[in-house]
């Protein structure tokens, strides 16, 4: 018993230091703030945080650590323009102070001016007024395009267009479905669109809509979606950025363009959901998975005929990416930094992923069934 006892209190004695010791580490752990960042930073009306976060930090979605220990900021993701960025150090950690340009309380302050968005609103407004993905119950509940009186095959903004339903909400996206992709047994609709619309009128069965911008042909059947205020959804244009879990690892199902590969700025669906513990603002790293090299009588190849590989090269970072808006099982995520073309077979990791240990490829494969 005394042995049992005694070998008990040294593993918890064990457990202890390593824990404080990994504490520490986190604790002392300093950012890298780029070399001729400016000291100050006055924000002007077009900044993003992301743009800001640029200044200082070569991985921008970093910038909360900035903030964290600065008193005077109760919500360091809003800020203004006019605001004073102060950048100093406090026991070895860069911290970002900030002075409002005018004292105002938090309320009246958010009334009086727009907050800097986290990216361009160009860039996640479109995703947050509008659905581009949803299920296969909504998709055969929503309205359809009946086509105008004149009958003709293809409708432009010149005639009133006709959908199904008496529907009462003033503004309209109309959609072509693209692509189906699937997540085990969940199945998700991914829409184009092509066309917004106002209301004109509607009666019992059947609205009338006045087109006021398309991209192209409306046609019979296609999907009728009503807009909706970003104050409707649990959505903002000022989250800040933040790692997907640390475990995480997700799959590019396709490109809401339909491309097969994309760079920065553009939009793709992930298979990563709220369900994944995934919000607005998480982070994914995008890696190109390492290839194998053969030998074959002294000549390298890709091309195998040994059945044994002689290299396997490691994977290499080549950009990031930031989900805009979650859905349950899937996600909208915009590639915020590409440094190459990012395929559909890149891997997407959490930032804080162990880097000491290589993600293989069957474990990244096997993320994505």
Same mark, same amino acid.
């Given at each position: 018993m005394t042995?049992? $006892? +005694?070998?008990? =209190?040294?593993? !918890?004695f064990s457990a202890f230091m390593m824990l404080s010791m990994s504490v520490f580490a986190n604790q002392t752990q300093s950012l890298t703030i780029k070399e001729g960042a400016p000291k100050t930073y006055t924000v002007v009306k077009g900044d993003t945080l992301w743009d800001i976060s640029e200044l200082y930090l070569d991985s921008p979605w970093l910038w909360p650590k900035l903030w964290k220990n600065n008193p005077d900021i109760n919500n360091p993701h809003l800020i203004y323009p006019g605001d004073r960025l102060t950048l100093y150090w406090v026991n070895g950690q860069p911290v970002l102070s900030l002075k409002p340009m005018v004292k105002l309380s938090p309320k009246v302050r #958010? !009334?009086?001016? +727009?907050? #800097?968005? %986290? =990216?361009?609103?160009?860039?996640? #407004?479109? $995703?947050l007024q509008s659905d581009r993905l949803i299920n296969l119950d909504t998709l055969n509940a929503s309205s359809k395009v009946l086509g105008a009186s004149s009958g003709?095959?293809? !409708? %432009?903004?010149?005639?009133?267009?006709?959908i199904s339903g008496d529907e009462r909400d003033p503004h309209?996206?109309?959609?072509?479905?693209?692509?189906? $992709?699937?997540?085990?047994?969940? #199945? =998700?609709?991914?829409?184009?669109r092509i066309a917004s619309a106002k209301l004109r009128e509607s009666e019992p069965d059947i609205t009338r809509l006045q087109v006021i911008n398309q991209e192209q042909e409306i046609w019979l059947n296609d999907i009728a979606l009503p807009d909706v205020s970003?104050?409707? =959804?649990e959505l903002t244009t000022t989250f800040y950025p933040?790692?997907?879990p640390a475990d995480s690892q997700a799959k590019i199902l396709g490109a809401l363009n339909g491309s097969q590969y994309s760079v920065k700025n553009q939009v793709v669906i992930i298979n990563k959901g709220s369900e994944d513990a995934l919000s607005q603002g998480s982070m994914y790293s995008l890696l190109q998975s390492g290839v194998s090299v053969y030998n074959h009588q002294g000549q390298f190849s890709y091309e195998d005929s040994t059945g044994k590989a002689e290299y396997q090269l490691p994977n290499t970072q080549v950009g990031s990416l930031m989900v805009i808006r979650p859905y349950r099982y899937f996600s909208l995520a915009l590639i915020t930094v590409s440094d190459a073309p990012i395929g559909h077979d890149a891997l997407l990791i959490s930032p804080d992923h162990d880097k000491s240990g290589d993600l293989s490829l069957s474990d990244a494969n096997h993320s994505g069934s």
């Open positions: 042995r049992v $006892y +005694h070998f008990l =209190i040294m593993f !918890l #958010v !009334l009086d001016k +727009h907050a #800097v968005p %986290t =990216i361009k609103e160009g860039l996640l #407004v479109p $995703y003709k095959q293809y !409708l %432009t903004s010149e005639e009133s267009l006709f309209w996206g109309i959609y072509r479905v693209a692509q189906e $992709y699937q997540r085990d047994d969940k #199945v =998700i609709v991914a829409l184009k970003i104050d409707e =959804i933040s790692p997907s």
